[in-house]
Every structure is written in structure tokens, then in C-alpha cells.
């Protein structure tokens, strides 16, 4: 008798215990992610992450996590991602993303490259923290393939601004090159300024400088002339005209536009595109260093 009860007793308590799990995983996979933190996140936005991760509302935190389904294929630019549960309603999202260091316009799209020249991505969407390249003329584009620019100098000089700028992690809404490769950075942080670099010889040596004067920008609108930097110059001054004055005394008087040349929106992604010409240094506001008189204006140090 005693030997049957203890069975009947057992097998209630497995009955109960199965009963228990049963009801919390049915209730727990029905639960929402209803607060997703997102980190390492730099080209998509949280809303995108989400999204890309949750693909319908019937998916939940735990059915992602027991699946471990990935998003790859709807995010060409995010090489994995780790999902964790903080409590039941809960999640920590850690994206790792390709490194992404600029694109150019291509057919309406936005051709997206790496540090080493090579397209990864096209949309035609423009994400807003991947600087786009204007002035510069490209062959045929073709996917994980590096950027058709006929003169290896040119793709040189490219690459070699572009990771600059990304290593340095200076803001930059869109480059612009003209016919003699002289450069000009659209900063998006502060978006009132603009740095005419000039020429690819020593590049390094002048985002250097700029990221050291970029506190300084902060409260400023105009443009930043970095063009005759000189690494033997003593105790140099750079020249920082701001947006209204005019350009020299003894010309006609000249002012900057309060209005840039709006940038490339995913409406319109060849809003922007063109360069400034050599002979008119207005258009899209790129200037021209032989209009600049230095003393008549007021010097970033």
C-alpha cells in the first residue's frame, strides 16, 4: 500500500511539475518585445534594427532566441548581431556592422564602400551617417567589386580621405572634389561648416588638425580654409571666413549663400551632385583659395 501511494504521489508531482512548465513556456512565447535596447548601432537606425530582427509582430523575443534566426539577408551592411533577454519583456540587441566609410550616386542609387574601395551595398535609401562623394566620375559599378575609378591615383587619394575621416570620427555630410582633386568636407557635426582641405598632399597631417579644431567650430558658420597648411610653418593660423562676409576689400563685395546646395535625400539622391566649378567657387559653396584674402578675415588657430 505504501509503495502504491508513493507512485500515485510521484506521478501527481510529475503531472503538476509538466502542467507548470507547459503554461510558462506557452506563456513566456507569448510574450513582446516591448523595450529593445540597441547598441554598436552607426549605419541603421533602432526602428530598422527591430525590424530587421522582428520580422512580424507574431515573432517574439524568445522564438528569436531558441531559433537564432539571423538578418543578414535583409541587412547587406550587418555582419551579425547578439540578442540577449534582460527580463520578459526586455531585449539587448549588440549589432556589429561592415565598416562603411563613405558612397557616391550611381544610376539613383547609393553605392555603398568599405575601407578598402569595395561595394557592398545598393539602395536607394542614403543612410545618414556615411558621408556621400560628389565631383568624382565612375565606370561601370558592379557588386563586391572595388570602385571603377580609372586613375589608381584617384582611388587612391579617395580611400585615403575617406578612412581618415573615419578613423578620426569627424562628422561629414558629403565630400566634393573638383576637376584638380581639391576637396572640400560638408560637416555634419556642426552642419554650419564647411573645410576646404585642397589638394591630397599631406591629408593626414590636415585631418588632424581639423579633428584638434573642430571644438572651436561649434558655434561658428562658415568656411575653414586648411588648403596651405605647411608642415614647417611656424605657429601657423588658418583662415575661417564666416558666412556673410565679404571676400576682400578693393573687389566687388561678394557674400557666401546662407543656403547649401541641399544634400542628397532618398527622394531625390542627385540632389547636391554637382560640383563646384573651377571659375565659379559659389557653386555648392566650394571656395576658391585664390579669391581668399588671408588678412582680411578672421583666423581659426
Known amino acids: 500500500m505504501k509503495f502504491i501511494k508513493k507512485y500515485w504521489l510521484r506521478l501527481l508531482l510529475i503531472i503538476l511539475l509538466a502542467a507548470t512548465l507547459a503554461f510558462t513556456v506557452r506563456y513566456v512565447s507569448r510574450l513582446h518585445v516591448s523595450n529593445l535596447i540597441v547598441l554598436g548601432n552607426e549605419i541603421y537606425t533602432e526602428e530598422e534594427i527591430r525590424d530587421m530582427i522582428f520580422e512580424t509582430d507574431k515573432d517574439t523575443l524568445y522564438w528569436r532566441i531558441l531559433t537564432g534566426r539571423v538578418a543578414e539577408k535583409r541587412a547587406p551592411l550587418l555582419e551579425r548581431y547578439e540578442l540577449e533577454a534582460l527580463d520578459f519583456k526586455t531585449a539587448q540587441v549588440t549589432v556589429y556592422e561592415k565598416t562603411i566609410v563613405g558612397c557616391f550616386v550611381y544610376m539613383d542609387h547609393y553605392m555603398y564602400f568599405d575601407r578598402e574601395g569595395v561595394i557592398q551595398e545598393s539602395s536607394s535609401k542614403h543612410y545618414t551617417n556615411v558621408p556621400v562623394v560628389y565631383g568624382l566620375e565612375f565606370g561601370h559599378v558592379a557588386m563586391m567589386q572595388p570602385l571603377p575609378v580609372e586613375d589608381p591615383k584617384v582611388f587612391t587619394y579617395l580611400m585615403n580621405l575617406m578612412q581618415l575621416i573615419e578613423v578620426n570620427n569627424i562628422k561629414v555630410e558629403r565630400t566634393v572634389y573638383d576637376s584638380e582633386l581639391n576637396a572640400t568636407l560638408y560637416l555634419s557635426d556642426p552642419d554650419t561648416v564647411r573645410v576646404y582641405m585642397g589638394a591630397p598632399e599631406y591629408m593626414q597631417d590636415k585631418v588632424l588638425l581639423l579633428s584638434d579644431i573642430l571644438p572651436k ?37 561678394e557674400e557666401e549663400p546662407e ?18 566649378a573651377e571659375n565659379n567657387p559659389e557653386a555648392g559653396n566650394e571656395p576658391a583659395a585664390e579669391n581668399v584674402p588671408v588678412d582680411e578675415n578672421t583666423p581659426a588657430e
Open 217 to 253: 567650430l561649434k558655434d561658428l558658420s562658415g568656411t575653414l580654409y586648411l588648403d596651405d597648411y605647411n608642415p614647417n610653418s611656424y605657429d601657423p593660423k588658418y583662415l575661417f571666413k564666416k558666412d556673410g562676409e565679404a571676400k576682400g576689400s578693393g573687389k566687388k563685395s
Open 259 to 276: 543656403t547649401e546646395t541641399p544634400p542628397a535625400t532618398e527622394n531625390n539622391p542627385e540632389a547636391g551632385n554637382e560640383p563646384a
